[in-house]
C-alpha cells in the first residue's frame, strides 16, 4: 500500500511572460516561432519526444545568418565560458580564442562545445551542413536563437507565482464584471468559478456564496481539474496542456480522464528538462473484440499513476492530454505530491463503490433512475514492518483531514479498483509479529 500525500493547491493563479518572441521544435521538426508571452512547447527534433514547457533564462546568439551558417569571425570576451552549438553533418573548426573541431552526427542531432575563451575574437570555419548555429555565453546550448545580419537576444521566460500558471483550456462563459447588468440566468466567470444571475437588473453585485444574487455552480473549465472533486471534469475538443508550479513532487496521478494519451514533464530553470514520460490510456490486452469496436470505454483505462519523478523545489509541471480527432478529451482530477509506502497490501483487499443515483418505485411498480455521482471505497490489510510503524502511523495522522491517492496495487490489471483519489475512514494496527504488524485500513473515495 502507498499513498501519494498531495501538494496544497494555490489559491491564485501564477502567470507566464516573455518579452520577446522565441522558438521551439513542434512535433513534426519544424523550428517554430513562438509570440511575446506565449509559452513554448517542445519537441526533441531527434526523438520527437515531448518535452513540455521551455524555461529558459536569456541567451544572445553572436553568429550571424544562424540557420545556414558561414565562417565568420566574432568578438567574445576573454576568460569566459561559451558553448557553440548546431545541427547538421557539417563541421565547425574554432580557432583564435579557442582551438577544436566540431563534427556534427545528423540533420536534427544537436552537437554542442563548451570552451574558455583565452582571446577577444574567436573564428568559426563551417564546412557541410551547419544549420542552426548558435555561439553564447554559458555552459550549455539553449534554445536556437534565429539571427541574421546581428546578433539576436531572446528574453527570458518569467514564471510568477505558482498553481496554474497557464493552460490551453477555456471556459465559454465570459468573466463578470463589476459595470454589466446581468439578466436572470446569465452566466459568468469569477474566482475561478461560475455564477448564475439568480435575479434580473443585477448590477454591482459582486459574485459570492450565500448570495441573494448569484448561485455558485462550481468551478470553470480552467480549474476543474483542480477542484478536489473527481466528478467535475475540465474538458475540450482538442488537446489539452497545463503548466503547473506546485514545489518539490515525486509523483502525480491523473483521474477520471479520457484521452489517448497523456505526458507529464517536468523542466527545472537550472537543469532543464529532468523528467519526460507518457502513457496511453487503452489497456494493454483486448480481451473482447466486440468492445474494443463497440464500447471502447470498457476496455480504457481512467487514471494514470505517475511515479519516480526526481524532485525539484522549482520545478516547472507541464500535463498534456492528446485525444483522437473529434473526440472530447476531459481530466477529473490532475494530483501531485510526495509518494510514501505503509507496506505490502495482502490478497482479500475488499473493492467497490457507492452509488448515490436514486430509485424511486410508485405504487404501480414503475421505477425511476435519476444517475448521480458515485465513489470507490477499499478495506485492505497491510504488512507493515515494525521498525516503520510509528513513522505510518505519523503520516496517516497527518492524513486524517487530507485527500490524498491511496495506491493498493501497481499491478494494471487492478489499478481500475485499487487505485481510489479519496480519505481513511479507519485504521487499526495489531502488532502481530516481532518484525512486523498486520495492519487493516478503510478508504472512502471522493466523488
Request: aromatic fraction near 10%; hydrophobic fraction near 35%; charge should be negative.
Amino acid at each position: 500500500m502507498k499513498v501519494i500525500k498531495t501538494n496544497d493547491f494555490p489559491s491564485t493563479d501564477g502567470s507566464f511572460t516573455r518579452s520577446t518572441v522565441g522558438n521551439f521544435w513542434n512535433e513534426s521538426k519544424v523550428l517554430t516561432s513562438a509570440a511575446i508571452n506565449v509559452p513554448r512547447f517542445n519537441y526533441n527534433p531527434d526523438t520527437s519526444n515531448f518535452e513540455g514547457i521551455l524555461i529558459e533564462a536569456a541567451s544572445t546568439n553572436l553568429v550571424l545568418n544562424s540557420t545556414t551558417l558561414s565562417t565568420q569571425t566574432v568578438t567574445v570576451t576573454s576568460g569566459v565560458q561559451y558553448t557553440c552549438s548546431f545541427y547538421g553533418t557539417g563541421t565547425i573548426t574554432l580557432s583564435g580564442a579557442h582551438t577544436a573541431v566540431m563534427t556534427g552526427t545528423g540533420a536534427f542531432k544537436l552537437t554542442q562545445l563548451t570552451f574558455t575563451t583565452s582571446t577577444t575574437s574567436i573564428t568559426l570555419t563551417v564546412t557541410g551542413t551547419v544549420s542552426y548555429g548558435q555561439l553564447e555565453l554559458g555552459t550549455k546550448a539553449t534554445s536556437r536563437i534565429t539571427t541574421t545580419g546581428s546578433s539576436v537576444t531572446r528574453a527570458a521566460d518569467v514564471i510568477t507565482g505558482t498553481g496554474l500558471i497557464y493552460t490551453t483550456v477555456t471556459d465559454p462563459n465570459a468573466a463578470w464584471n463589476v459595470g454589466t447588468t446581468y439578466a436572470l440566468g446569465n452566466k459568468v466567470r469569477y474566482n475561478y468559478k461560475i455564477w448564475e444571475s439568480l435575479q434580473a437588473s443585477n448590477t454591482g453585485n459582486t459574485p459570492v456564496d450565500p448570495s441573494a444574487w448569484w448561485l455558485d455552480l462550481g468551478p470553470d473549465n480552467m480549474h476543474a481539474a483542480f477542484d478536489t472533486t473527481v466528478s467535475t471534469s475540465s474538458t475540450a475538443t482538442t488537446q489539452m496542456t497545463f503548466v503547473l508550479k506546485l514545489g518539490a513532487i515525486n509523483s502525480a496521478a491523473l483521474i477520471n480522464v479520457d484521452a489517448a494519451t497523456t505526458r507529464l514533464t517536468l523542466f527545472d530553470p537550472t537543469e532543464g528538462l529532468v523528467y519526460s514520460n507518457s502513457q496511453g490510456l487503452a489497456v494493454s490486452e483486448i480481451l473482447d473484440w466486440y468492445d474494443y469496436f463497440y464500447d471502447p470505454s470498457i476496455i480504457e483505462r481512467t487514471q494514470i499513476v505517475y511515479t519516480g519523478i526526481p524532485s525539484y523545489a522549482n520545478s516547472v509541471i507541464t500535463v498534456r492530454l492528446d485525444t483522437a480527432v473529434s473526440e472530447i478529451t476531459s481530466i477529473g482530477q490532475a494530483l501531485f505530491g510526495v509518494l510514501n509506502t505503509l507496506g505490502g497490501t495482502q490478497y482479500g483487499a475488499n473493492a467497490g463503490i457507492t452509488d448515490y443515483s436514486k430509485k424511486e418505485t410508485d405504487e404501480f411498480g414503475n421505477i425511476t433512475f435519476v444517475e448521480r455521482a458515485f465513489s470507490k471505497k477499499l478495506s485492505a490489510q497491510v504488512f507493515i514492518d515494525n521498525i516503520r510503524l510509528n513513522k505510518v502511523q505519523n503520516l496517516l495522522t497527518s492524513l486524517r483531514a487530507k485527500p490524498s491517492v491511496w495506491i493498493a496495487s501497481e499491478d494494471t490489471r487492478f489499478e481500475e479498483t485499487l487505485i481510489i483519489y479519496g480519505y481513511y475512514r479507519d485504521f487499526n494496527s495489531v502488532i502481530s509479529y516481532p518484525s512486523y504488524s498486520l495492519c487493516s485500513i478503510e478508504i472512502e473515495g471522493l466523488t
